[in-house]
């Protein structure tokens, strides 16, 4: 069982930039890809970025391409987002996900959730 806890939300000037947490709890974590997802009010839930168990691959949404960078410390059992140069438009719960039976951006692919943390970009 994997539990995640995101954490860096906040409120944020376009422009600027924002780094998210997700901690996670369980032995297995280091072998696990994770991703992030965010899900804005009245719209479906969006893929964000992955990145693979060893770190070596990744994968980015197009909206976020040069802006968002996904990391991890499996030392530290915890993957991070950098969000640079924001804008309204990333305004957004943002989730952390884990163990995908597909490395993909399919929300219906990834078993584990966090509870997500907001993000609001102010113009």
């Known amino acids: 069982q994997v539990q995640l806890v995101e954490s860096g939300g906040g409120l944020v000037q376009a422009g600027g930039s924002l780094r998210l947490s997700c901690a996670a709890s369980?032995?297995?974590?280091?072998?696990?890809?994770k991703a992030w997802f965010r899900q804005a009010p009245g719209k479906e839930r969006e893929f964000v970025a992955a990145?693979?168990?060893?770190?070596?691959?990744?994968l980015y949404a197009d909206s976020v391409k040069g802006r968002f960078t996904i990391s991890r410390d499996n030392a530290k059992n915890t993957v991070y987002l950098q969000m640079n140069s924001v804008n309204p438009e990333d305004t957004a719960v943002y989730y952390c996900a884990a163990q995908s039976t597909s490395f993909d951006g399919n929300p219906s692919s990834w078993n584990y959730w966090g509870q997500g943390t907001q993000v609001t970009v102010s113009s």
């Open positions: 369980g032995r297995t974590f280091s072998s696990y890809a």
């Open positions: 990145i693979s168990w060893s770190g070596g691959r990744l």
